[in-house]
């Protein structure tokens, strides 16, 4: 018997958003409220390409599609070099 543990979460419970360096693994979690533009390198600065994410003229349920398809893409993800984690809280059980 195979068990699957899932969890559904809603935008506003999303705490961070973690970036994590390809090359050096480093992570940089940014407070949702505070992240307002996108980051060029990780801390040790290994360059980080974040201009292939641009979104232009889309209404922002297209935009939301493309962004989840392009950030869990491997190959996005290798060639960006970083991936975007999300964190949030553990929802509580009744
Ligand atoms: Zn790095």
Known sequence: ????????????????VVFECN?????????????TAGLVSCPKRHGWVTN??????????????MLIARLGDPIFQEQSGFR???????????
């Open 1 to 16: 018997m195979t068990f699957e543990h899932r969890l559904l979460v809603g935008f506003e419970e999303i705490k961070t």
């Open 84 to 94: 975007v984690l999300l964190d949030f809280d553990s929802p509580q059980r009744d």
């Open 23 to 35: 090359t050096c693994k480093t992570r940089v979690s940014i407070p949702v409220k505070e992240f």
């Open 52 to 65: 292939s994410l641009a979104i232009e003229r889309a209404t922002a349920f297209d935009a939301l599609a």
